[in-house]
């Protein structure tokens, strides 16, 4: 193996000597996810603080350069097969354009896709995907004017609807919706569906995790999958079609017969721990494997001092060795992690 450079490497004894990115429980991270920044236009307040989070200093945040060849190293050396960019919001990345090309070159035929609120989507979505995205997740709520308002702090509605059509028409498709369950909006749920099947658009319902950054969270007082599928009934017809790929996050119900569907992220009542094939790039260039857990391996300061593609490759090998076997939030001693989804990456 080669010899590895940083201080900081994880302990990966007894790993097998396989390119790819196993743990020690025997899943494989084929699914990469990438934080571009921790800034946002909204302060949505299941993530956010009203304020907004720290900034990340300009010099600690990777540039689009450093991306691209992480993400090349990635796809690779380490088996990944989807690339996708998060934030905060991605779309606060000026040189957003030039990282999506510049992946995209590197690594013809891999899907890059986009976790986005849509506020600016509008005015660079055609742009975005001459660059290389392939489709786009766009975060929505509610389609109720004041609701969003309210959980946003911001009124943006119609800004994220027009980025919606924009994503439509620039072929970024399938557009996904994911909105995420909070208690004061289980009734806006039923219109939230209504409006995405008359548009065609796949909506999954998120269960809130406790990632807040106002540690707000309750489990007790959540909206779990079961009450949402309980509510959506009254109005559609569900049936059930489960999971196309097991490691696929979203359990998935035909929509009064189809073709439309509702998929349900259950990451709290029904965990797909075993499952996960995710790996995370932070906006600072640390290897994060699992939402839920603090370990985070440097890339950056070996990308930095002249370490060679297979050195950065060994040390994301290693960290996701350590990977844990779940979450733990069931567990009785669960803490949650001291980042917050704001600034880990969705």
């Not at 986005?116 to 509008?122: A, D, E, P, Q, S």
């Not at 028409?169 to 995405?196: E, F, H, Q, R, T």
């Not at 709290?268 to 939402?291: I, K, P, Y």
């Amino acid at each position: 193996m080669p010899s590895i450079r940083s201080e900081h490497v994880p302990d990966g004894s007894g790993r097998p000597n396989v390119a790819y990115l196993i743990d020690r429980h025997g899943r494989v991270a084929r699914d990469l996810r990438v934080s571009l920044t921790e800034r946002c236009s909204l302060r949505c307040t299941y993530c956010m603080p009203e304020e907004g989070l720290p900034p990340i200093a300009a010099d600690k945040l990777l540039s689009a350069d450093e991306v691209v060849r992480l993400t090349t190293i990635a796809v690779r050396e380490l088996g990944i097969s989807e690339i996708r960019f998060t934030g905060g919001e991605p779309l606060i990345r000026r040189d957003l354009e030039d990282i999506i090309a510049g992946c995209s070159q590197a690594n013809p035929g891999t899907p890059i896709s986009m976790t986005t609120n849509g506020v600016g989507l509008k005015r660079r979505a055609k742009r975005l995907a001459r660059a290389g995205l392939t489709r786009v997740n766009i975060s929505l709520d509610t389609v109720d004017r004041q609701k969003f308002a309210e959980l946003t702090r911001r009124d943006r509605l119609p800004a994220v609807l027009a980025g919606i059509e924009a994503a439509v028409a620039a072929g970024l498709a399938p557009v996904k919706i994911n909105a995420v369950l909070m208690p004061d909006n289980i009734d806006g749920a039923v219109d939230l569906l209504a409006w995405c099947v008359d548009r065609a658009l796949s909506l999954r319902f998120i269960e809130q995790m406790p990632l807040d950054h106002d540690r707000g969270w309750q489990k007790a007082t959540m909206i779990d999958a079961q009450t949402l599928l309980t509510v959506l009934a009254r109005r559609f017809g569900l049936e059930p079609i489960g999971r196309a790929d097991p490691s696929a996050p979203a359990e998935e119900w035909l929509v009064d017969g189809g073709p439309s569907t509702v998929g349900v992220i259950a990451s709290v009542t029904r965990s797909f721990c075993q499952d996960c094939d995710r790996t995370r790039l932070t906006a600072e260039g640390t290897v994060r494997s699992c939402l839920f857990s603090d370990a985070e391996t440097d890339l950056r300061e070996t990308l930095r001092t002249g370490g060679s593609d297979a050195e950065l490759a060994e040390l994301w090998r290693y960290a996701m060795w350590e990977k844990s076997a779940g979450h733990g939030i069931a567990s009785e001693g669960f803490t949650p992690p001291v980042r917050t989804m704001g600034a880990i990456g969705g």
